[in-house]
T-cell receptor, first 114, second 111 residues
């Protein structure tokens, strides 16, 4: 079945460092791809999405490009802040309709030090 | 939080007791979902609903049942709770072809 694999955490960075969190997926169709962020004690918030190959999702300085040839959707940010410390989840939806059920990766914890 | 309320937010109960978690939305969205979050597993889908009285199983549905008698409420029931069901439970909602929005979660401990 479809699946999502994320890099193991935690990822520890200094403020203003460059961030990459790797995400690869396995899917039989043409999924939509998402990054969600979870701050301590809260639910998941949608960070960005991409619905077809070569689409780039972006929000709050974060970016990810849907790469069909490498089945990847890596999350990047040029300069992280302490407030970016959270757990990041990569996810895909089975099918073209992004309201369809989601399959999540295991999450990557990011810790940004001042 | 996109008009989603989960209740209770925390619950501690004993093995073998029934437990019901409630998800309430004010967005009139068609789709509602229940996930559980466990370390190392991310979120896994338990059940979902695509309309009133229309539900289907997810990846980890064993030991859980759901009901949706009206658009705004989606109930998750553990008929006889087990320690393996200790987890954080999240409800999500979405409209057609819209991303899912999540509630703040319910932390359930089964002793």
């Amino acid at each position: 079945g479809d699946s999502v694999t994320q890099m193991e955490g935690p990822v520890t960075l200094s403020e203003e460092a460059f961030l990459t969190i790797n995400c690869t997926y396995t899917a039989t169709g043409y999924p939509s791809l998402f990054w969600y962020v979870q701050y301590p004690g809260e639910g998941l918030q949608l960070l960005l999405k991409a619905t077809k190959a070569d689409d780039k999702g972006s929000n709050k300085g974060f970016e990810a490009t849907y790469r069909k040839e490498t089945t990847s959707f890596h999350l990047e940010k040029g300069s992280v802040q302490v407030s970016d410390s959270a757990v990041y989840f990569c996810a895909l939806s089975e099918g073209l309709d992004s309201s369809y059920k989601l399959i999540f990766g295991s999450g990557t914890r990011l810790l940004v030090r001042p | 939080d996109a008009g989603i309320t989960q209740s209770p937010r925390h619950k501690v109960t004993e093995t073998g007791t029934p437990v019901t978690l409630r998800c309430h939305q004010t967005e009139n969205h068609r789709y509602m979902y229940w996930y559980r979050q466990d370390p190392g597993h991310g979120l896994r889908l338990i059940h979902y609903s695509y309309g009133v009285k229309d539900t289907d199983k997810g990846e980890v549905s064993d030991g859980y049942s759901v009901s949706r008698s009206k658009t705004e409420d989606f109930l998750l029931t553990l008929e006889s709770a087990t320690s393996s069901q200790t987890s954080v439970y999240f409800c999500a909602i979405s409209g057609r072809n819209q991303p899912q929005h999540f509630g703040d979660g319910t932390r359930l401990s089964i002793l």
